[in-house]
Each structure stands twice: as structure tokens, then as C-alpha cells.
């Protein structure tokens, strides 16, 4: 069976180790970029707090001793159904079956300025333009007598109250407390203010009541402004208008607000979904096409537990990618009579780190909730066991035991290209 795998993320790296040396597979693994990104420590890397290698993998080194994955960098401009074909920007790919992991980008829902002015962060490259933006605020600020405009560089406005908003927001009131005025002691940081903007009436709203109320009380501990029931309308990359006509002025807008699958193109649009999600049936097969798979961000199924399709978290794709081994496993086997397996999310809980010793886990089975230091621990100890290769756990402990004890991140660095001067 030549398999395809379209994207290199959780689902789709997951997919392409449980098929690993399998007989009577051909596997593909394509994706842009030639590295697995380890997203939940986005945020890390954009305050500084961890290098961008050490929460990416290589996807070759993934697959250095199977037999039947080839990795392709490339670019996917098209799929045709119809003739069972991948295109990309080199060359063509015909595949027996298709699995489409590309997960989620972000969205800005139509607003072109915010799209201009607002910074992303859905890449290890969009976390490091963030710490760019974040770190170059601080050295203009130094050098001007203008007092507006050191207002503006020195407010930080995160829009979006679910766990991506609050761990940024967290991370940034720490570099507030225990970074910034030793690295710019020329600045008054009791003027620096932090802002977390969310649409609902809570933050972490997918979680339980519990740590709603506890994340918003960490935060305001922290000195952020925590605004509920507060959307954004417009930004100009000077100001943000909010829809009940208050503004904030401020040179730098996190938008953490809301992500949207992406779907390549030749899916045919009668199966997209909200949040441009394409719909899949139990067995994560699309509709009208027995060979082409959907699973994670970018899927949307409909179970009973689940009427409103799967929260866009990385155990439901890994899980979908479960389900789809052992159903492609079944059909390559022409002669078992196994019944093809039905997908059911098995929710093992969510949680979210807010800052220094705070954080909130929440279990389903049994019904539990923790806060506070041991949540934090409990975060800590799950992310480092999920990170790929034995050197990245390694360097990203020995970051968090640094960090930790010295109450410094060591990884403030501004990297920009410098102008040559051409000579004869």
C-alpha cells in the first residue's frame, strides 16, 4: 500500500511511527518543514525561555532505522482525488491511500489589519519573530524621551483567553518581575502594563469552572489586566479599539484568539466545516472518498460525546492516528475479517501552566482538579515526557532547573540580518 501522510505534526509523525517497519506498506511523510515542532512550548520560546532546537526534531533522524518512511520537504499545491495524486512544488506523488494531518493556522476571521499589524505565534518561526518584536520593543524604548510612545512599546496586549493566551501572558508578567528591570534598569517597569483580552465571560473556557477562576486569579497575582467580555475590533499597530469603544495604546498584539484548519487545496468544499475543518466520518475517512483520511486540527467528526466535533488538541490526533494504523493495517490484510474500528476520544484531561509554581490540571476519570505548585509539577513532568529525542529533554530540564534557581532566561537574543555595504 503506498501511503501518504501530509504533515509532519503529532498525528501525522504518530501515524507514520505506528506504520514504521510494518509490512506491505510504502510510506511517505511530506511537510514544509523538515522538523517535528513541539507546539504546547511555543510560548517558551518567545519569552525566552527556551531555544527553538530544543523543542524541534528532525523528522529524518525519526526514521533513521525504519525501512518503508521517506520523508519530502515540500509544499502540497494540490490534491486531485480523482486520480488518487498529491501535487507539490516538486513533483508528484500517487498514493493508495492519503492521510491529511496539516493541522491548524492562525485566525485573524477576515480582520486584514489585524492580519498586518497582530503577531501569530502557530510556528517555532512565528515564536521567534515574537521574541524579536517583544525583545526590540524594550531596546527602543531606552532610547527615546518620548513618553507616549515608551507607553505604547512597553503595553503587551494578548488577545484570546484559552490556554496559548494565558501561558503567554503568565510567562511575560514573570519576565516583568524578574528579567526586564535587570536587562533595562533604565526603564520603569511599574509602568509596563500587561493586558489579556478575551471574548467570553472567562478565561480557559474549555476547562473546568476551577481553574477558570484560578487562572484569572494567578494572572491578576502576576499584574496582568485580565479583560473578559472584551473583543477586539480594529488595530492600527498603534492602538486597539475594542467594540465598546475603549482603546489601548500599544506597538505589540499577540493574537491568540482563534486558529482554522489548513486544508489544501482540490478538498472539495462541500465537506468543510466551521473553522475550515473537513468533516470525517467515525472511521476518520472523509466523506465520498475511501482512501483519503483526515485527522487533528484540521478533522472534523461528530461523535455522541462529542456533537460539536473534538476540541483541536493533540491527543485527539494522536488518537485519530491510532485509529488509522489499525484500520489500515486491517484493509492491507485483504484476508482479515476484523471490522474496521470506529473512533472514540478518550479525554485523559487538559491543562495549563499560568507562571512561576502556578498551573491548573484538570482529570476527567476520576473527576479531579489541581492547582498551584503541584499542578505545575504535574505540567512539567507530562510536556518533558512528550518531547521528542533524549538530547531535547535534556536541554529543555536543564533550562527549566536554570531558570528556576537563578530566576533568569538566558536565551534574550535578537538576531537580524545586517546591511553589507557592496564593494568593487
Known sequence: MKLIIIGGGFGGLRLARNLSNKPGFEITLIDKFNFHQFQPLFYQVATAGLDASNISFPLRKVFHYSKNVRFRMAEVQQIIATENKVVTNIGEFNYDAL???????????????????????????????????????????????????????????????????????????????????????????????IFLLEGGNKTLATMSEKSSVDSRKYLEKLGVTVLTNSLLKDYDGEKITLQDGKTIDTKLVIWAAGIKGNIPEGVDKHLIAKGNRIKIDRQCKTYGNDNIFAIGDVAYMEEPAWPNGHPQVAPVAMQMADTIANNLRSIEMKSSKKAMEEFVYNDKGSMATVGRNLAVVDMPKPKLHFSGFLAWMIWMGLHLMLILGVKNRFFVFCNWLYNYFTYDQNLRLIFKEVNKKKTD
Open 99 to 193: 492521510v491529511i494531518a496539516t493541522g491548524a493556522d492562525t485566525n485573524f476571521f477576515g480582520n486584514k489589519n489585524l492580519m498586518d499589524h497582530a503577531l501569530p505565534m502557530k510556528s517555532t518561526l512565528e515564536a521567534l519573530q515574537l521574541r524579536y518584536k517583544l525583545l526590540q520593543n524594550f531596546e527602543t524604548a531606552i532610547n527615546t524621551n518620548d513618553q507616549k510612545l515608551i507607553e505604547q512599546l512597553m503595553n503587551i496586549v494578548i488577545v484570546g483567553g484559552g490556554p496559548t493566551g494565558v501561558e503567554l501572558s503568565g510567562a511575560i508578567a514573570d519576565m516583568k518581575k524578574y528579567v526586564l528591570p535587570k536587562d533595562y534598569p533604565e526603564l520603569d517597569f511599574t509602568k509596563m502594563k
